[in-house]
């Protein structure tokens, strides 16, 4: 173990030094290390905020949960910033889920014997690799023909409410 730990040590300085040959610290490296210094006095100087009731972490708790209810219906629309209104899309079940959204994690380590441990894609259980982002939402929205929820994908930005807009705010009629 002591012959490990020592033989890391030699090896992390030579590579320090290989880094910098002349001695001299970039600028990046003196940048950074000013910054850290004002950082570290600007923390001690004024400390990190007495937070005590915790009541940001509360709602967004409440949120999530909120937002797993079975059969949560919402109302899905679409603004139009020509008319300063909204379209009515339809009801739908709980909130969009953007289209990037992958169900397992979008990466994973691998060992590779030429190169080491690396961060590589991993697949979702489909076998494609979902984007980094997208543009579209999915959302689970009632289809009156099929008379059932249905999943859409919508590429235009959503707006999703747990009650119907006032009739003033939305273009066109209501179809009930």
Known sequence: ?????????????????????????????????QQEKILAEGTASIGMPSIKNFREKKLYKDIIERRDQNGLVTYTYVYSEMQGKYTFIGESIGYGIPAATQFTSPSKVE?????????????????????????GTWIVIYDPIAKEALPQYIESRISVFTYKLPARLVIGAYKD
């Open 1 to 33: 173990m002591k012959k490990t730990l020592s033989y890391f040590v030699v090896m992390f300085s030579v590579v320090f030094m290989l880094t910098s040959c002349d001695g001299t610290p970039s600028s990046d490296e003196v940048q950074r290390d």
């Open 111 to 135: 060992y590779h014997s030429s190169t080491g441990y690396a961060v590589v894609p991993q697949a979702d259980p489909n076998g494609l690799f979902s984007p980094a982002s997208a543009e």
